[in-house]
């Protein structure tokens, strides 16, 4: 897509939802670093179920460390992968406390240096929580990106890489959040609405009016 169509895409974006927000609940740049890394090959609705009671008995760090293994698991079993995560949330939780003063480090360097974290869990952290206009690219974005022609490529980093070119940097900042929720809602795996889509006259996917 050019860049004169992906500008038009994005204020389109823009004039629907003025301010996007991550759907995940939290209260704090530690709650969001933890939900994030809960919902890795879950849903945002999954990882909301659990995370009330469990940032209610974990608001911190330390907390969390207290709970210990089992403790956490208790608490996200009903997520996938959930032994792995609790695992990678307990040396996290350490790692915060042992080397950043129990705070979430702000920089994508030192996020992808904690257990869990991997580049697309540092960008949403990056953007979300520090508004860096980063590009974290999930399953949504990643269709979105190829189907859109906005970003064609055959790796998420490829993706991310594209949709740096290509979205212009005023809209950055939220740009994540609308092409999730465009990916999420619309722009679907299966049975995409593109009748309902408003970027659907800038699309380049041929099989868009099917």
Same mark, same amino acid.
């Given at each position: 897509?050019?860049?004169?169509?992906?500008?038009?895409?994005?204020?389109?974006?823009? +004039?629907?939802?003025?301010?996007?927000?991550? @759907?995940?609940? &939290?209260?704090?740049?530690?709650?969001?670093?933890?939900?994030?890394?809960?919902?890795?090959? +879950?849903?945002?609705?999954?990882? $909301?179920?659990?995370?009330? +009671?469990?940032?209610?008995?974990?608001?911190?760090?330390?907390?969390?460390? $207290?709970?210990?293994?089992?403790?956490?698991?208790?608490?996200?079993?009903?997520?996938?992968? &959930?032994?792995?995560?609790?695992?990678?949330?307990?040396? %996290?939780?350490?790692?915060?406390?042992?080397?950043?003063?129990?705070?979430?480090?702000?920089?994508?360097?030192?996020? @992808?240096?904690?257990?869990?974290?991997?580049?697309? %869990?540092?960008?949403?952290?990056? $953007?979300?929580?520090?508004?860096?206009?980063?590009?974290?690219?999930?399953?949504?974005?990643?269709?979105?990106?190829?189907?859109?022609?906005?970003?064609?490529?055959?790796?998420?980093?490829?993706?991310?890489?594209?949709?740096?070119?290509?979205?212009?940097? @005023?809209?950055?900042?939220?740009?994540?959040?609308?092409?999730?929720?465009?990916?999420? &809602?619309?722009?679907?795996?299966?049975?995409?609405?593109?009748?309902?889509?408003?970027?659907?006259?800038?699309?380049?996917?041929?099989?868009?009016?099917?």
């Amino acid at each position: 897509m050019k860049q004169q169509r992906c500008r038009a895409a994005f204020e389109r974006f823009a +004039a629907g939802n003025p301010t996007p927000a991550t @759907e995940l609940i &939290y209260h704090s740049h530690f709650e969001l670093l933890v939900a994030v890394m809960l919902s890795a090959q +879950a849903t945002d609705k999954s990882v $909301n179920r659990v995370t009330p +009671a469990l940032f209610m008995a974990a608001p911190t760090p330390e907390a969390m460390l $207290n709970l210990g293994l089992q403790g956490i698991e208790q608490y996200i079993r009903t997520i996938g992968l &959930y032994k792995s995560k609790a695992r990678h949330l307990l040396a %996290t939780c350490q790692k915060l406390i042992d080397q950043h003063d129990s705070q979430v480090p702000n920089t994508r360097e030192q996020l @992808e240096a904690l257990p869990g974290v991997g580049r697309k %869990t540092a960008n949403v952290i990056l $953007n979300v929580a520090f508004n860096q206009p980063v590009m974290a690219v999930d399953t949504h974005i990643f269709r979105v990106g190829n189907r859109s022609g906005m970003a064609v490529g055959k790796t998420p980093l490829q993706v991310e890489q594209g949709l740096m070119r290509c979205i212009p940097h @005023e809209f950055m900042q939220h740009a994540h959040h609308w092409l999730i929720l465009h990916g999420r &809602y619309t722009c679907t795996a299966r049975n995409p609405h593109c009748n309902a889509c408003i970027i659907m006259d800038l699309c380049t996917w041929p099989d868009k009016n099917r």
